[in-house]
């Protein structure tokens, strides 16, 4: 092989590796920009404390009103708290969002 048979070859290697580098780069900055969604609020205003104030056994934050975490409470001890990442808005899958009525975009 000549020289100038290898420099083209060179030559063409890293051209293609440019094109790989820039298309790998393209996919994760559009995998990173798409494959992100905004936090999801808390639908569970209520959490359940359970043991006394002064000795934390656990919490369990998964009740919608206080009558379901003081239903729970009862009898076994411990105390109901608002939580503290409930924001009051309603939570919605991707699924549920609401669809455009503009049927110009699609």
């Given at each position: 092989m000549n020289r100038a048979m290898k420099r083209a070859i060179r030559r063409h290697m890293t051209r293609?590796?440019?094109?790989?580098?820039?298309?790998?780069?393209?996919?994760l900055l559009a995998?990173?920009?798409?494959?992100?969604?905004p936090a999801a609020a808390d639908p569970y205003r209520w959490c359940a404390v359970y043991g006394t104030s002064g000795s934390d056994n656990g919490t369990n934050c998964y009740f919608m009103t206080i009558g379901q975490c003081q239903a729970t409470m009862s009898g076994i001890g411990g105390f109901c708290t608002p939580n503290n990442f409930?924001?009051?808005?309603?939570?919605t899958t991707p699924g549920e969002a609401p669809r455009s009525r503009n049927r110009a975009t699609r």
């Open positions: 293609a590796m440019r094109h790989v580098s820039i298309a790998t780069a393209a996919a995998l990173c920009a798409f494959a992100t969604s409930y924001d009051g808005r309603p939570v």
